[in-house]
């Protein structure tokens, strides 16, 4: 059962246009992650986003935690060819006594020059 | 960088041997994660721990087992591999913190492949 779907999984823009991928739950999570993943290599973390309606902004990238904690979107604003990726999003929930991660399937961008 | 390596990085396996991916610390945090990643999953949690001896299952645990004996290092076993556990595998740490949210620290993976 996939709790959080991410939407695109594939998205191939030309350099300077704008994008935004979706992330869409019906479960509430406590936090939710934005990584960044490159070939070979493990996620990292762009942006936590805890409170609902919360945006953030991290150069041109505007990431938004909807009103009710249950959807996130990532806006890229004219995107550049190091913005290609593997892009995640993760809900955090606790149970157990630990923190635990449900990630989205992942975006997969690529920016043509 | 937080301190975290994985070994093997690569390993090629028959089905039916054992495989014990080793992941270690040098952050001392108490949390740790195994994930496998495959296309058009993303990363699912097999195990986790939760301090030294103290470990729990993921949503994919079946044919996996763990074991945390040092804070540092966190295994995993595949008792008999099989082709279905084909896949990348991700080590995370973190610490818990009340807010705004614990951030893991990924190492670099390690790719197993069952044939």
């Known amino acids: 059962t996939q709790l959080l779907e991410q939407s695109p999984q594939f998205l191939s823009i030309q350099e300077g246009e704008n994008l935004t991928v979706y992330c869409n739950s019906s479960?509430?999570?406590?936090?939710l992650q934005w990584y960044r993943q490159e070939p070979g290599e493990g996620p990292v973390l762009l942006v936590t986003?805890?409170?609902?309606?919360e945006v953030k902004k991290l150069k041109r990238l505007t990431f938004q935690f909807g009103d009710a904690r249950k959807d996130s979107s990532l806006h890229i604003t004219a995107a550049q060819p190091g913005d290609t990726g593997l892009y995640l999003c993760?809900?955090?929930?606790?149970?157990?006594?630990?923190?635990?991660?449900?990630f989205g399937q992942g975006t997969r961008l690529t920016i043509n020059p | 960088d937080a301190g975290i390596t994985q070994s093997p990085r690569h390993k090629v396996t028959e089905t039916g041997t054992p495989v014990t991916l080793r992941c270690h610390q040098t952050?001392?945090?108490?949390?740790m994660y195994w994930y496998r990643q495959d296309p058009g999953h993303g990363l699912r949690l097999i195990h986790y721990?939760?301090?030294?001896?103290?470990?729990d299952k993921g949503e994919v645990s079946d044919g996996y087992s763990v074991s945390r004996s040092k804070t540092e290092d966190f295994l995993l076993t595949l008792e008999s591999a099989t082709s279905s556990q084909t896949s990348v595998y991700f080590c995370?740490?973190?610490?818990?913190?009340?807010?705004?949210?614990?951030?893991?620290?990924f190492g670099p993976g390690t790719r197993l492949t069952v044939l």
């Open positions: 986003v805890v409170t609902g309606g």
């Open positions: 479960s509430v999570f406590s936090s």
């Open positions: 995370a740490i973190s610490e818990l913190r009340l807010s705004p949210g614990n951030e893991q620290f």
């Open positions: 952050e001392n945090h108490r949390y």
């Open positions: 993760a809900g955090a929930l606790y149970s157990g006594g630990a923190q635990k991660l449900v």
């Open positions: 721990s939760y301090g030294v001896k103290d470990t």
